[in-house]
């Protein structure tokens, strides 16, 4: 036996072992007092098994054949293939179908939609059939139809691709609404949706698969193709067709209980005392201000005009003012009038959000044909007779250019603004507890880390002073501050961070002279010490393990009065607010001489110190900042809250931030706010999909693959991913016309 | 930045070897470093004039790297004192050397490796609010190889030029006094002289140089005068010629077999 062979064999068995412990992880964990070994019995013994085993033995072909893999593996039809199965498989595995179900049984998703189709008897027989094994079997069929036309270039078998994935998607419509119109609930649910995408995407690739005349696929190039074609107009597109669901179908008033349409909305609204303007766009002027936004924003995509693009624009902020105007009107009156239906900012549907992104998206269109008209682009357009077409590359060129920051941020900010309402509470919780307070926290131990390569371990020490200072200066805590010093919460952020500059300062001075392991071991004792103070209450002070209750924070500033309580959608406006001040400062200050000198130290401390970088303030500078974010956060999250103890900043707390920060890609701004956002969502996510117990295991196994595939992180700084992925990798593509050799 | 004014000021004058030889600009008296309880140097002296190369010589662990960092001002001297264009500057850490005109190239090269050519040299001239780029161009003109590789990250260079990108970044800090250490460190000898051609061009554009070396033949083939360094202490000192003819330099560092003949 030579060594190829035993390299093979072993490869063999190593697949095959991943997919026996893929069978263990998938599945109930927890024995049962009778039988101790019952999951290990389930995992392993039974039928299910070979399903694992074949996806170990799958891995295992591809891997041994790679190179003949390669060449069918870069077709084109393969992107959108692998896009549709992906969605499908989300849709149908983890994602939600029927709302009402999960009340009912606590299992809304496709399977048990099925469930609940084959206990039905009224319902239709193509819906029943549906959930019961159509779908998967045209899943199997797009699958396999497709696989051969990919292979083969027989064009029957892109036909019969294209032919399932629509008959997938209409079925999937049909049979969901079936369901829908037999039970009557209310239903949020999107996974009808993607699914109906995923079969749509199926159908593309299968097209593609046999009408692509390239050997190998371009999608980047054929995006952008598509996406340059006329810049902004697929954002328009997508605009029209949210904005119909939203004015037609989605409801507008009594989320939970009656969901509204708008035109339910204006009958029940009508002659309630509601504002005529609010009145009149649930009766005409909303359709029409969504029909002008929508006719306008198209043809100033597609003719590229300038100044309908400036109208269009006008209109749509006109559109989200007037519709955020309805809204107010809206609930205040609707809590009045039928209070049963939630209070205020509680009784409203997902509808009316939506018709403000709807608006924000075509806001964003029209943007990009702002910017990508000026100057050469537009003359060049003039030029010619509107039939004569633009060659491809400066039409690339408009979209590249035009693809600048500004309509990614008004999506971005319409979003941010308008999703977060449509959420129930308990994810309005999580954004606003988990992701919205981690990300801040990510972003400030990215200074340290990141920026400044400085391991801190006892980061959340710094949250806990920020924490604690805002309880004792609002007067929470045991030891009272004088009276003439007693403030708000809100006054107390500053001096929360000024508290953690002085701890920074007074931590880093004298222990920045160690590097790297030394550092983090002092910083973890560190963290240690600030939190075991805060427990044994020295001098009373903290008030021990008991932990301090604070009150929410009230703004009352002349006529302005802003009160938080209970509700968590509010605090995410003032979260929101400290995000942007610090991602925009933080995003600033990265480009900054200061920028410059942290990646200088990070690199070479030697060199850096000779190219006249005063090491040791630069570095206090980083750990300072870090430690003011944190503080801020504290301090929100103190007043968010209400109530917190000191259990909450254990030393795995601080560790959980660094594992954010690398999971997003060290040194990158976006990298740490992705990473501790997908890291903070990914537990609540997976509450509904696995046991509870399992889901640190889902999430060991997410962040092991994530080291192992993409080691520089999720969204990965240009700098740091030289580092790790060798110097060669990430040379620029200049560097590739250098002859290697020469070498002097 | 008063100190920067000034300095450009000072570096405009011409100085013409017969004015400088006379003006000493680095003076190193008596010092004593350190570690620990180990004596380093056990009592330095030796100065070096306007516009001059010196050379530094000595063998491994004979104390020319730590006279060199306790110059650019990475150690304090424990004895002794330092004075640079007549003010005392031991002590003084070395990013505030760099802006009275004291730029060093450490030993070792120390490029930044995951920056670019371009970041590297923009990082030689930190101390300014903004990059010279008459100083950006004479660079690239003095090293033709960095300016090929202007975009190329500087770890993935090759020795000899990460050796011409480290004195292309202290040259970005405008330097009065250029301390080298061991420059020819790891580089083959075609390359070496090249490298030592070009800080004789350095040289004669008006900027003094003090070289660490070990490689005594083409640091003294260079150098105005030269110091031997020996367990922490000058032993020698004299003209780069005459301590080439001297026969204990040949037979200590040209390795040849002076005792036998």
């Known amino acids: 036996m030579n060594t190829a062979t035993r390299a093979t064999l072993r490869r063999l068995a190593a697949c095959l072992l991943g997919g026996f412990v893929l069978a263990l992880m998938v599945g109930r964990q927890e024995g049962s007092l009778n039988d101790f070994g019952i999951s290990f019995h389930q995992a392993v013994v039974g039928p299910r098994i070979f399903v694992f085993l074949l996806i170990g033995l799958v891995i295992f072909v591809m891997v041994t054949f790679w190179p003949r893999v390669v060449p069918y593996l870069t077709r084109p039809g393969v992107a959108p293939l692998g896009a549709g199965l992906l969605a499908v498989l989300a849709a149908q595995t983890v994602m939600n179908w029927y709302d009402p179900l999960v009340s009912s049984t606590g299992n809304g998703k496709f399977s048990g939609v099925r469930t609940a189709a084959n206990a039905s008897p009224n319902l239709s027989s193509v819906s029943v059939a549906f959930f019961g094994w159509l779908a998967w079997t045209l899943v199997i069929a797009a699958l396999v139809a497709c696989a051969a036309a990919i292979v083969t270039r027989v064009r029957v078998f892109g036909y019969v691709t294209a032919a399932i994935g629509i008959v997938g998607a209409v079925l999937a419509y049909v049979a969901h609404s079936a369901v829908v119109d037999l039970d009557g609930g209310i239903d949020h649910s999107l996974g009808v949706y993607a699914d109906i995408v995923g079969f749509l995407l199926l159908a593309c690739a299968g097209i593609t698969a046999v009408h692509a005349r390239a050997e190998v696929a371009d999608t980047r190039g054929f995006l952008r193709k598509v996406m340059g074609y006329r810049p902004g107009l697929p954002i328009a597109a997508l605009g029209v067709i949210l904005g119909l669901l939203a004015f037609s179908t989605a409801g507008w008033f009594g989320a939970l209980q009656i969901n509204d349409t708008l035109a339910q909305a204006h009958s029940d609204f009508d002659g309630t005392g509601i504002s005529s303007l609010a009145l009149n766009y649930l009766g005409w002027l909303g359709w029409t201000l969504f029909g002008a936004a929508a006719v306008l924003s198209l043809a100033a995509t597609y003719l590229r005009n300038r100044m309908l693009a400036w109208v269009s624009l006008i209109l749509s902020v006109v559109g989200v003012v007037l519709t955020f105007l309805t809204l107010r009107s809206m609930t205040d009156i609707g809590a009045q009038v039928a209070p049963q239906f939630g209070g205020t900012w509680k009784n409203l549907g997902a509808g009316g959000f939506l018709a403000c992104i709807v608006f924000s998206l075509f806001a964003a269109a029209t943007a990009m044909v702002i910017s990508s008209t000026s100057a050469g682009v537009r003359r060049n357009v003039r030029a010619k007779a509107p039939t004569d077409e633009l060659p491809v590359t400066s039409m690339v060129k408009g979209f590249r250019r035009s693809s600048n920051a500004m309509p990614l941020l008004i999506i971005g900010g319409a979003l941010a603004l308008f999703y977060p309402p449509t959420l129930t509470l308990t994810w309005q919780n999580v954004l606003v507890g988990q992701i919205g307070v981690f990300v801040l926290l990510a972003v400030g131990l990215n200074v340290v880390v990141g920026w400044a390569g400085l391991l801190d371990l006892g980061y959340i020490a710094f949250y806990e002073i920020g924490s604690y200072t805002t309880a004792y200066l609002v007067g929470a805590l045991p030891v009272k501050p004088p009276s003439w010093l007693q403030m708000s919460p809100l006054v107390s952020i500053p001096f929360a961070i000024l508290a953690c500059l002085i701890a920074g300062v007074l931590l880093g001075a004298p222990t920045l002279r160690l590097r790297g392991d030394y550092l983090a071991i002092v910083t973890l004792g560190f963290g240690e010490i600030i939190q075991i103070l805060a427990v044994n209450n020295p001098g009373g002070f903290t008030g021990g393990p008991q932990g301090p209750t604070v009150p929410h924070p009230r703004i009352h500033l002349g006529g302005i009065n802003i009160t938080w309580g209970q509700d968590n959608l509010p605090y995410w406006y003032l979260l929101l607010i400290m995000l942007i001040v610090v991602i925009v400062l933080f995003y600033r200050l990265e480009g900054s001489r200061l920028g410059r000198a942290w990646a200088a130290i990070r690199e070479d401390e030697v060199a850096a110190q000779a190219s006249g970088v005063n090491t040791t303030r630069v570095k206090l500078l980083a750990f300072a900042i870090g430690a003011s974010t944190s503080a801020l956060a504290g301090s929100f999250f103190a007043t968010q809250v209400g109530y917190f103890d000191p259990s909450l900043f254990t030393l795995q707390a601080s560790i959980l931030i660094v594992a954010y920060v690398v999971f997003g890609g060290m040194g990158s701004l976006q990298g740490a706010i992705a990473g501790a956002a997908v890291l903070t969502w990914l537990p609540q996510f997976l509450k509904a999909q696995v046991p509870q117990d399992d889901r640190q295991m889902w999430i060991g196994a997410l962040v092991l693959a994530m080291m192992i595939f993409r080691p520089a992180g999720l969204l990965p700084a240009k700098r740091r991913k030289a580092e790790l992925e060798g110097l060669d990798a990430a040379a620029s593509s200049e560097t590739a016309a250098v002859p290697r050799a020469g070498a002097m | ?261």
């Open chain 2, 1 to 261: 930045m008063t100190e920067s004014i000034d300095l450009s000021k000072g570096q405009e004058t011409p100085t013409s070897p017969a004015v400088s030889s006379s003006s000493t600009l680095l003076n190193v008296d008596d010092i004593e470093v350190r570690y620990g309880t180990i004596r380093a140097l056990k009592g330095v002296s030796f100065h070096v004039n306007e516009g001059e190369i010196v050379a530094l010589l000595g063998a491994n662990g004979a104390g020319k790297t730590t006279t060199q960092k306790t110059v650019s001002g990475m150690l304090r001297p424990s004895l002794g004192a330092i004075t640079y264009d007549g003010k005392r500057i031991d002590g003084i850490p070395a990013h505030e050397l760099i802006r009275l005109g004291i730029c060093h190239v450490p030993e070792g090269r120390h490029v930044f490796p995951r920056m670019t050519v371009h970041e590297n040299l923009e990082m030689g001239a930190f101390r300014f609010k903004k990059i010279d780029q008459t100083d950006l161009d004479n660079v690239l003109e003095m090293f033709p190889r960095l300016k090929e590789r202007y975009k190329q990250l500087g770890g993935t260079l090759s020795g000899g030029e990460q050796q011409m990108l480290a004195i292309g970044r202290a040259l970005m800090g405008k330097p009065r006094l250029l301390l080298l250490d061991e420059p020819s460190m790891g580089l083959a000898p075609l390359v070496v002289a090249q490298i030592f051609e070009i800080l004789r061009d350095i040289n004669n554009s008006g900027v003094t140089v003090l070289l660490v070396e070990q490689n005594a033949a083409q640091a003294l083939g260079l150098a105005d005068r030269g110091y031997v360094l020996e367990t922490g202490e000058i032993v020698l000192e004299g003209t780069g010629s005459d301590l080439l003819a001297d026969d204990r330099i040949r037979a200590a560092y040209l390795g040849e077999e002076i005792a036998a003949s």
